[in-house]
Every structure is written in structure tokens, then in C-alpha cells.
């Protein structure tokens, strides 16, 4: 079980009075890891892979722990299959930019994801006439929305890629990812999945995903500010072209000629955020000592008692499926007040923490939700029972005072 008390004296920042709700966007960071960062930065701070004195060889190893912690982490077979990113929409794009597309083949996407796992996509169809069917749900919001079956009418023989997140930053409801991936292959087409909302929160496990790429943030789970990982399954590797070339990414290079190097690190050009990955590993082995199954348990209760709370206040609507379909997520608007005044009164009136906004999602938006924006509380392992009968209830104060 989780001792949220004990979880709670890791966060000081949680001293300073306030409810952090806004884990959706970038969760707080650990003691462990702040230590771990300025271990690196007291004791052995120099550039990795690039120097046979100590501190680069001990940089270099400590960076190298941290892949081979966060590829155990998703279950990836080897740590070589992890590239070590600045975000999740790093990843994305290298996979974006790094296949070799031809015309007249087809992406596959849909309707809720984020603008990173979208527009992306547009871009290699206007660069190399690639068509992108972007999946629209056959069921209501409130049903949990899509069916297996929505995306096995657009997935085809032409299809070469399928991007889809694994759970939805807006809604918190979790996509058929396993069955999506399935179709995938059926067809051969590669599936890539969008796991910056699912790695914080639940076990994600890249060989029963049977995912090919999975692209994720760490600074969503108490990893730094600038730190994310890309999974590429290794019979990819060769397929996908860096992003970036320089220093840190060849085998050799002559006056009129280059090579690439073998290893992962031609993915990460040029002197990585070597702190922010070594940070990256700590969060990994603070999330592993208090286990994810504990704190997907945990979420579970703040998620059901949010959605409950939230939608029995008159003129409150919470978009979504009920709980079971969804992990961590609560979006919502007040009737007559814009989603901002009502996030800014919650951290004016009560010091509770949320977004407000679009969410990067404007197609979910403007298709399905019909609003310019939501209010988002997003939970993570530290947050309490009472915090959530907080926010219900400074909701409710906000409607009977503003709406
Ligand atoms: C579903 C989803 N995908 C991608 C991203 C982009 O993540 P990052 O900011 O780490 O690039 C986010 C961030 O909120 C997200 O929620």
C-alpha cells in the first residue's frame, strides 16, 4: 500500500501550502532525485562519452544506468532500444522525421491526441504526400468513445504507421492500444504510442503493448524538467533516421565522408542533459521502491472520488467516461464561467493548482468537448483523499459565488 504521508515529507514544495493538480502537464520532483542531480553536479560533473579521465567515465556510467533503469522500466528488451530524449515530443519527432515515407502511403491517428502526436503527422502529409486518416470514435464521450472496430476500418495495406496515445491527456480515458497494435501488424504497418500520459501512471510494458515506438516524458514522473525517453524496438533501429548528427553520433568521419555509430547514442547528438538523465534514473528507482500497481491503486480512488464529487455539483460538467475507462484525469467546465476564472479563482480562493485551457488537444476541442478549453486536475502519487474533497468543494463554493 502507499504511505501518501510518508510519499508527501519527498515533496517540499508541498510545504509551501499548496494542492498540485496540474500532474498531467509535469509532475513535482522528489528529494531522491534533486540529490541525485546535484551529486552529479558536486562530484563528478563533466561532459559523457568523451573523456577517459574519472569524472567522464563516472558521468558516462552514471547515464548509462539510468537507460538501462528506464528501458527495465517499460520492459524493454535492452537498454539500447531506449533513446534518452528532452520530452515526449522529441521522440515522437524523430520518429516523425527519421522514416523513410513515400507517397501514397497512409498514417493512422485519431481524434484525442495531443498536438505533438498530431500535427506532427500533417507535416510529413504536406512534406511527402502522405495521407493521415485521423479516426473520429463511433461511441459518446461519456461511453469511453472508441471502438476496436473504428480503427480497423482505417487501418489498410497502404497504412505505414499507427500513432495513437496510450491515455488521453484530456480526458484520462485509456485507448484499446493492445488491440489497435494488433491490426497494425496485421497490415504491417509500424505502431508507434504516445505514452506521456500511461508510463507515469500505470505499468507499461512495451512487449505486451507489442508496441513499436513508445515515446514518453520523465519530467511527468518526478524525473527533471527536460528529460524523456523514445523506446524503438530493436529490429527498427536501422529504420530510423536521427534527428540530429554531430559529436557524440559516429563511427568515423573523413573529409568526404561519415558513419554513423552503431549505438544508440547516434540518436543523441551533440552533449546530452546529462543531469536531467541521470535525474531520470533516480525518479525510475523512487517510482519502483513505491510500485506502480500501488500507485495506480491509489490514483484509482482520487480519480473515482473527483469524477463522483465533481459531477453530482449543479452546473458542474465532467467530460469522460466513468472511472473504470479512465486513469488520473478529471476535465471539466462550470456553466457560465470560462475555464480560466475558474482555475484562477481555484488557486486565488483555495491554493489548488490546475490547467486550464485547450490542452494542446484543439481537435478533441472542437469536435467532441465543443468548448474553447476544460479545467484539468490531474492527480500523481502524492496526492491525498482530502485534496480531492478540497477541490470538490471549492468548485462547488466557486459556482454558488461566480456562475
Ligand atoms: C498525451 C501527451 N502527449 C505528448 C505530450 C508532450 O509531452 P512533452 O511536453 O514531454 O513533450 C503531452 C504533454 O502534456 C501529453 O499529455
Redo the contacts with the bound molecule.
Sequence with gaps: MLDVGRVRQDFPILRRGIIYLDN??SSLTPEPVLEKMLEFYREYRANIARGVHCLSQRASEEYESSRRKVAKFINASAPFEVVMTR????GINIIANGLNWRRGEKIVTSLIE?H??FIVWLRVRDRYGVDVDVVKPSKPLEDGLFEVSDFEKAIDDRTKLVAV?HIS?VLGLLMPVKEIADIAHEHGAFFLV?G??SVPHIRVDVQRLNCDFLAF?G??MCAPTGS?ALYIREELLDEVKPLCIGGGTIADVGLDFYELSENVSRFEAGTPAIADVIGFGAAVDYLERIGMENIERHEAKLTERMYEGLREIPKVEVYGPEPKYRVGITSFNVEGLNHHDVALALDALSRIIVRSGHH?ALPLMKELIRRPGTVRASTYLYNTLEEAERLISAVEEITQKMA
Design positions: 498531467a502537464a520530452n515526449a515530443t522529441e495531443h505533438s502526436n496515445t491527456n504516445d506521456a500520459q516524458s519530467h511527468k524523456g494542446c
